[in-house]
């Protein structure tokens, strides 16, 4: 089965199982809502690489850590589109959960989604439990305090921040977590992983800034322009869109570079390469590039 | 160690763990607000109590499932207390975690603790993993869904609910939690603990209905009327202050009986009994019979 099915397999699994009988049916709606059609799915396919590179000898397990990490994403998604965050009326082209059912229901949903991520960890480790204890701390990390993206989401209520600090514990914590579940999923060890998923994480980061300032809001499905008018730190903001532009394409060459020699690597650098050129592809860069350069003429 | 001790210390290293180097510090200020001085903490104390009428055999990880009940009661405190939904400037007599640290920060201090639950357990199931699957499920059971805390609170958002479902999901799944969690983490059966938890779970929230209709917001520490005021379902409201009062001594018999045989059974009983004097103190049902008779008169 191809990833991107196996991931949509998965999630369809998780998300009935949460839905049994008895829910509200309402939390059950926002609930499907935040997950599905979902974007890239980038997270869980990073995920599922790294551990089908080594073996994916419990294939349960690996859906499980890609099920988690794409959760605790869109569970993030839905608390971050909230009237008291970004308040954005869209995500992904369709009404943001709480433009769709509501606040309250906004709220609950992104705290089932947490819970269930880890739920889904849970009842998938009786076969290799002694993969857990490592699996849900660095998966904890990912999302959590002092460095995941709670951490990420708070820097935006200090007076003062690094926006390498935050756009590290905002987004590429999660990616990092993926990335090294993965390998932790399939019994390896994870910390050669860490690099790519910390450069790849900081390069989407770029990337949402740079869509942010330069992008046409039909084309990503939210509203652009909210990062610098809710003065939040931004790459593009902080070293002008070219230095935004020239820092992504040096962490996307990096992100290359940190895939660890392995029987999957030729698989995870064409990922690496396509993922960029879907967020931000080398035309739009050109065009960028030529703009920059007429008005310094 | 006496048991009100273990709880602090061990929620007190939980806090400090995630405030590590690097935390964003009123996000660290505010789960801190969230989790001391905190209430009477009867979920990790009955949680602990299962354990140790068990034998205790892993103080480490008992202590870490009566950490994670209690981070995930707090966690649900903070967002409960949210404007968008009971909107209640006060907590345990303190400002809540929105009014003392803003909307976003009480937000993202909900999703810390939630997760930091989950952390817990993973970090302290090293020494039995084989325990971790049946106790991350039973915990997120607890507080998602379809039955657990979070499906509580959206019945809220529903137009029809009974009484009872809203309870049990609420406040029952969590004290199941509690003390089913406590038995296996000391390597035990859950099972013949689900009915003492859910038999206290309602009996708390029927307490906390009464509590609503007639305790002095001084005693409480949180404003009172307030069930009633958002037209939030309760028990007090549907039979009767009397009505609530009966049911209230009819559920804590029902869980002094629901304490299975074993060597903690004396100690559990009489933790019981003193939680529900606590709770609705005797003399205070005796003067709202007083009260009820005269005015049937």
Chains 1, 2 share one sequence.
């Not at 000898?57 to 859906?63: E, Q, T, V």
């Not at 849900?136 to 820097?155: F, K, N, Y």
């Not at 002008?240 to 999957?264: H, I, K, Q, S, T």
Request: proline share 6%; charged share 20%; aromatic share 4%.
């Amino acid at each position: 089965m191809d990833p991107t099915t196996r991931i949509a397999q998965a999630l369809g699994a998780a998300v009935r199982g949460a839905e049994g009988a008895g829910c509200p049916p309402r939390l059950a709606a926002a609930v499907r809502h935040s997950v599905f059609p979902g974007g890239a799915r980038i997270r869980p396919k990073l995920c599922l690489a790294v551990a089908l590179a080594h073996g994916d000898d419990d294939p349960a397990l690996s859906d499980a850590a890609a099920v988690a990490v794409e959760l605790l994403h869109c569970a993030s998604l839905v608390h971050d589109d909230l009237p008291c965050f970004d308040d954005a009326a869209t995500r992904r082209g369709l009404p943001s959960v709480h433009a769709a059912y509501g606040e309250r229901l906004a709220v609950l949903a992104g705290d089932a989604l947490i819970v269930l991520a880890f739920q889904a960890l849970g009842e998938a480790g009786s076969a290799h439990p002694q993969r857990l204890p490592a699996l849900l701390s660095l998966m904890a990390r990912g999302v959590g305090m002092p460095h995941g993206i709670a951490a990420g989401q708070a820097w935006e209520c200090e007076p003062q921040v690094k926006v390498r600090d935050y756009q590290q514990a905002k987004t590429g914590a999660l990616f990092a977590a993926a990335t090294m579940c993965g390998a932790l999923a399939a019994g390896a060890d994870a910390r050669p992983w860490r690099a790519l998923g910390e450069c790849l994480g900081e390069a989407y980061q770029v990337a949402d800034d740079i869509r942010d300032v330069a992008a046409d809001p039909v084309l990503i499905g939210k509203p652009v322009g909210r990062d610098i008018a809710l003065g939040r730190p931004s790459a593009a903001r902080e070293r002008g869109l070219m230095g935004a532009v020239n820092d992504f394409e040096r962490l996307v060459e990096a992100a290359v570079d940190a895939v660890p020699d392995c029987r999957g690597a030729t698989h995870l650098r064409a990922l690496v390469r396509s993922e960029s050129e879907r967020l931000v592809p080398a035309e739009m860069r050109a065009e960028m590039r030529a703009g920059s350069a007429r008005a310094a003429v």
